[in-house]
């Protein structure tokens, strides 16, 4: 079907009636619709009204600038200042007409009284407010822009499809009523439907849905064995009333190893011990002591060992699950933060004291035996009827009872600071399950916390919770 569509022409009149008649003349032989401030006579309606409501029925909007800015509107009215072309253009963006923008060329010769003096500051923020985000055409002559019009025109149509205005015998009105009516009936039929929706899901929303709610919580553990020395430090962890977990930072010393690993001269021998040793015994002494980065290393690993050894803290993670229904292949991730060293207690009772480097036979106990040679000579005699040194080896605890639980339907394992817990039989609600054999050890004093991550069949997806440690 042939559309018509109604295009509205803007620009200032009086300097700009040539080219407006040229414009709306060319509009007419495309046999569509020009309308403009030609066709705004007396009415009941105040004058912008009738304007804005043109430009609502428009299909496309014509903006024709000059070389002056146009009558402005007068104080105590909204836009008070503003000229009535640039009030009609920015109407026409605001409600999404396509505008097409015609400015005159800069070059062209116009009259005195056609360019603008008193509102030029204007006129410039005006054009470059039309040139901003669309493209624009430049005009000489009347005849000129009427061709450009209407090739913009033509190409505006093309691209932007707008309502525009059918015959009404192009119509089948009959057909449209019917169609029409069937559209309202199913309408109705739908507005049904969704009431009876409407209230059905009403009563399962009132209808509490049960559903699991998983939780954890870390405490210290009781020893099942009480000689076990590394279930004697319970008193290290408390949880307060806020959940925070409270731990006791340890500490270890090296000063009295150091010692035993520093430079001697002849001055550190005094009183009777004086002279018993040479300078070349001391020389030679000094050589054999091991290097410092050789000492630093071995100093590093003995504060990490009796950190874990005799600081951390054996612990038990109990899983809870607090909702109104079972969560059922549960899955539960810890990750600690670094501060925090977490282990399998398991794999502490296999660690071994590392091994302290070799150093020459201390130079104090020879200078000593030189000096008491007779009592020393005693000594080594009576050692053949008395044993001077009783050595106890250290006993370890049967590592079998210590086994991390892994069976089908339960297991735990500690790796890289994170502990993963999988229980695929579930926790049937307002029960737990707990989990033994974690040893944390507590390596700096400050606020962290741990990031908890619980999964379940019947989440949608994942759940977290974070633990806050308080390290003191």
């Known amino acids: 079907m042939d559309k018509k569509y109604q295009i509205f022409i803007s620009s200032t009149y009086t300097d700009l009636m040539e080219a407006r008649v040229k414009v709306r003349d060319a509009i007419l032989s495309m046999y569509h619709f020009p309308v403009g401030m ?44 503003m000229s009535y072309t640039e009030k009609e253009f920015r109407y026409a963006l605001e409600k999404g007409v396509p505008i097409l923008a015609f400015l005159l060329d800069d070059n ?79 309408n109705q039929q739908l507005a049904e439907e969704n009431k009876v929706l409407l209230a059905e899901n009403q009563k399962l929303k009132q209808k509490p849905v049960r559903k ?25 962890m408390k949880t307060t009333d806020d959940g925070a977990v409270h731990l006791k930072v340890g500490s270890v010393g090296t000063t009295l190893i150091e010692a035993e690993y520093q430079p001697v001269s002849k001055y550190d021998f005094i009183g009777e011990l004086r002279g018993k040793v040479s300078n070349e015994e001391i020389d030679t002494y000094n050589k054999l002591l091991p ?18 050894v005799d600081h951390g803290i054996a612990s038990v993670i109990s899983i809870h699950n607090i909702g109104t229904a079972k969560a059922t292949d549960v899955s539960v991730t810890i990750e600690f933060p670094h501060q925090i060293l977490v282990l399998d207690i398991n794999e502490v009772r296999k660690l071994k004291e590392p091994k302290a480097p070799k150093k020459p036979r201390n130079l104090q106990d020879v200078a000593y035996e030189r000096a008491h040679k007779s009592e020393i000579a005693m000594a080594k005699a009576a050692a053949q009827f008395e044993q001077f040194y009783d050595v106890k080896a250290l006993k370890l605890p049967d590592l079998s009872a210590y086994t991390i639980r892994n069976n089908v339907f339960e297991s735990m394992d500690i790796f890289d ?26 390596m700096k004093k400050g606020k962290f916390r741990a990031k908890v991550i619980f999964m379940c ?9 974070e633990l806050t440690f308080i390290c003191e």
């Open 212 to 236: 699991p709610k998983l939780v954890l919580a870390f405490e210290g553990d009781t020893p099942d064995e009480e000689d076990d020395p590394l279930y004697k430090r319970k008193e290290n």
């Open 108 to 186: 062209v010769a116009v009259k005195p009284e056609y360019v603008e003096t008193e509102n030029r500051d204007k006129l410039i923020a005006f054009k470059t407010a039309v040139k901003t985000g669309r493209l624009v055409e430049w005009w000489k002559t009347s005849d000129d822009l009427a061709q450009k019009v209407t090739a913009a025109l033509y190409k505006q149509i093309t691209r932007t499809k707008r309502p525009g205005w059918i015959r009404g015998d192009a119509v089948d009105i009959e057909k449209s009523l019917k169609a029409l009516t069937e559209l309202t009936e199913r």
């Open 38 to 81: 030609e066709l705004f006579g007396a009415a009941n309606e105040e004058q912008w009204q009738i304007i804005s409501e043109t430009i609502d029925s428009s299909d496309y909007y014509v903006l024709i600038i000059g070389q002056r800015y146009g009558s402005v509107i007068p104080k105590g009215l909204p836009d008070a200042g």
């Open 291 to 308: 290097s410092e980065d050789k000492l630093e290393k071995y100093l590093s690993l003995y504060r990490n060992y009796h950190m874990v």
């Open 417 to 442: 600071n994170t502990v993963n817990i999988e229980i695929k039989s579930g926790i049937v609600h307002t029960k737990w399950d707990s989990f033994r054999d974690i040893y944390i050890v507590p």
């Open 457 to 465: 069949a019947e989440y949608e997806g994942s759940d977290e919770m």
